[in-house]
Structure formats: structure tokens, C-alpha cells
């Protein structure tokens, strides 16, 4: 995920170009980030920016299914389970 899924920018509300989002990994770990909308055909999409680095610090893989909860008055998202690629 490299985009904020569009479901969670319509129920969290973000509108503005640039929001701060703060991501905590499963230590306990915060980061901050950016999410930025772009233009996507007729819509918009946001980027989370440093999401590849976020990624691999936690040794997150491509195709892993992330869990998190969201605290809106933060805009703070916690990764609360990672279950790994089906390698079957």
C-alpha cells in the first residue's frame, strides 16, 4: 500500500492536499509521513510518502495483508497484524 485506501480517505474525511499521518509499527514505533493527493483519471487517490522505507524497516513484503486501527484525533494509523504471503 503505497496509496491510503479510498474507503478510509472518504470515512477519515481528509480533503486537503497534504495531510500528516503518523504510522506506529507492531513495537510500538511512530512515524511521520505525508499523505498527498494526486489527481487519478476523474478522481483523486493520496500517496503515503515513505511508505517503501516503512516497509522494508519492518520487513513488511509485497503481497502481505496489513491490519491496522486509526485514530482519527491523531491521524494516526497502528499496524496492528501482518499476515504473511500465501506461498502455496
Given amino acids: 500500500m503505497q496509496r491510503m485506501p479510498t474507503d478510509v480517505v472518504r470515512i477519515v474525511g481528509f480533503k486537503n492536499k ?7 509499527n507492531k513495537t510500538g514505533k511512530t512515524i511521520d509521513m ?13 500517496s503515503i510518502e515513505g511508505w517503501p522505507m516503512f516497509m522494508q524497516q519492518n520487513g513488511i ?20 497484524q501482518v499476515d504473511a504471503v500465501n506461498e502455496g
Fill in 61 to 80: 513484503r509485497f503481497g502481505e495483508t496489513l491490519h491496522f486501527g486509526f485514530v482519527c484525533s491523531g491521524n494516526v494509523m497502528i499496524l496492528s
Fill in 34 to 46: 505525508n499523505l498527498r493527493r494526486q489527481k487519478n483519471g476523474d478522481g483523486v487517490r493520496y
Fill in 18 to 24: 497534504v495531510h500528516e499521518l503518523k504510522v506506529t
